[in-house]
């Protein structure tokens, strides 16, 4: 099992009050917005949901049980596999730059990290099992 899907498992069983759902999806649109500007830092995602950066680590953290540098990353390769899976005609820097990575070499690298493989390796992977 890849981080990923770590990630997804422990966000899909969390057991959270209405207010920290409404909070995280407050949370998903910032981090939307800001992962389409290339700006996911906490302190732009802090000052768009109107909160400080230390009470958005915190918030983060309580409803989720994972780090918010995790947890965006988790949203931001989200947004990687909704675009590498929609549409074939994305190259991978395309990708990298919509999904707010430095350069292609660090989408590649944290790409590896969170799925055990290389970013183009998933990609075909995923079309051959649209395939069959």
């Known amino acids: 099992m890849c981080n990923y ?5 422990k966000l899909n069983n969390l057991n959270i009050t209405e207010k920290q759902k ?7 649109e910032a981090i939307n917005k800001h992962v389409n500007e290339n700006e996911t830092e906490l302190t732009a995602i802090a000052t768009t949901l109107n909160l400080h950066p230390s009470k958005l680590r915190r918030d983060i953290k309580a409803a989720t049980g ?5 947890y965006i990353s988790f949203k931001r ?11 074939t005609h994305y190259s991978m820097a395309e ?10 070499a660090h989408f590649t690298h944290s790409f590896r990290r969170m ?10 992977q995923w079309q051959l099992s649209q395939i069959s």
């Open 5 to 9: 899907e770590r990630y997804e498992q």
């Open 22 to 28: 409404s909070f995280l999806d407050r949370l998903d």
């Open 66 to 70: 994972i780090t918010p540098s995790h």
């Open 77 to 87: 390769f989200g947004k990687v596999l909704e675009m590498m899976r929609e549409s």
């Open 95 to 104: 990708i990298a730059e919509r999904c707010g990575f430095a350069d292609h």
């Open 115 to 124: 799925f055990d493989t290389t970013p183009l390796h998933y990609k075909k």
